[in-house]
């Protein structure tokens, strides 16, 4: 799927499912939200911290769907095409990074 289907696809659903979007406002903090239970995730799983019984059964990879689909909501309510900005950015960081890492000894 590409990225600017998957905008078009949440558009829709948001239309269909849910009346309209939340205002930037309270997207930015369900996102803020999204990323916290991506971390905790991260954390307990992967990190040092131990992880609760019943996070065990909690899956990633619907917590980065979850982040995934209101940071479409944000781009699509602010007109952003995600695969522009994706690809400007990767640009941008050709441009900047083309030699740093790999010329860093701490990734050899």
């Known amino acids: ?8 696809i949440v558009d829709e659903w948001i239309k269909k499912y849910g009346v309209r979007y939340f205002n930037e406002l309270t997207n930015t903090a ?16 992967y990190g040092e911290q131990s992880e609760k ?3 065990k059964q ?4 619907d917590e ?12 699509n309510q602010t007109g952003i095409s995600l ?18 890492h790999l010329n860093n000894e701490k990734l050899t």
């Not at 799927?1 to 078009?8: E, F, G, V």
């Not at 909690?58 to 990879?61: D, G, M």
């Not at 980065?64 to 781009?75: K, S």
């Open 30 to 45: 369900i996102l803020m939200e999204e990323v916290g239970e991506v971390a905790r995730i991260m954390a307990r799983r």
């Open 83 to 100: 695969e522009d900005a994706l690809k400007k950015n990767l640009d941008k960081k050709t441009d900047r990074d083309s030699t740093r």
């Open 53 to 55: 019984e019943s996070d």
């Open 64 to 75: 980065l769907a979850d982040v995934l689909f209101v940071l479409i909501c944000i781009a």
């Open 1 to 8: 799927m590409k990225i600017s289907d998957a905008q078009l």
């Open 58 to 61: 909690i899956k990633l990879e």
